[in-house]
């Protein structure tokens, strides 16, 4: 009984720690945006305009 116990802790231990590397590992990625063509900027406003 005490050896289950113990497995279950570890994967529970494990998967803490997995998880925890996940989340930190998200929040340090930084994040970009693409800068738009002109071309396409011009086409927007002229359908705008209409």
Known sequence: ?????V???II???ILVISLLTTSKAYTYK???DALDEDK??????????
Not at 1 to 5: A, D, E, R, S
């Open 1 to 5: 009984m005490i050896k289950w116990l």
């Open 7 to 9: 497995i279950c802790i």
């Open 12 to 14: 529970v231990i494990v």
């Open 31 to 33: 994040h970009t945006i």
């Open 41 to 50: 900027d011009q086409t927007k406003a002229d359908k705008d305009k209409s």
